[in-house]
Nanobody
Framework: QVQLVESGGGLVQPGGSLRLSCAAS????????MGWYRQAPGNARDLVAR???????NYADSVKGRFTISRDNAKKTVYLQMNSLKPEDTAVYYC???????????????WGQGTQATVSS
């Protein structure tokens, strides 16, 4: 079994910061790309940022210059530092990982349960 557990969401005022974390655990041999997606009510789930196993990153245009994705491969953890937050950043943030299972050798995509980030005064 594979689990992704997010933490770090909450309520913050516009202009504030939040740092999200996502730790992977279970039957994992290798983690490839890890990423963060978000979904606001009534909207689709969209990519926010992703990072390869080698550290290459991609960002949605709406968060470039404000958000930073990073990872600690030894801890199987990905982070999202969110600065200069805006009300439109309010959403449930989901962690995502492409990985190879150690028990079956199957490559799969796993998702976390989501963490709410609310930006409001």
């Amino acid at each position: 079994q594979v689990q992704l557990v997010e933490s770090g969401g909450g309520l913050v005022q516009p202009g504030g910061s939040l740092r999200l974390s996502c730790a992977a655990s279970g039957s994992i041999r290798t983690i490839y790309t890890m990423g963060w997606y978000r979904q606001a009510p009534g909207n689709a789930r969209d990519l926010v940022a992703r990072i390869s196993s080698g550290g290459s990153t991609n960002y949605a245009d709406s968060v470039k210059g404000r958000f930073t994705i990073s990872r600690d491969n030894a801890k199987k953890t990905v982070y999202l530092q969110m600065n200069s937050l805006k009300p439109e950043d309010t959403a449930v943030y989901y962690c995502n990982a492409a990985l190879m299972r150690s028990d079956t050798g199957i490559i799969q995509t796993s998702w976390g349960q989501g963490t709410q980030a609310t930006v409001s005064s």
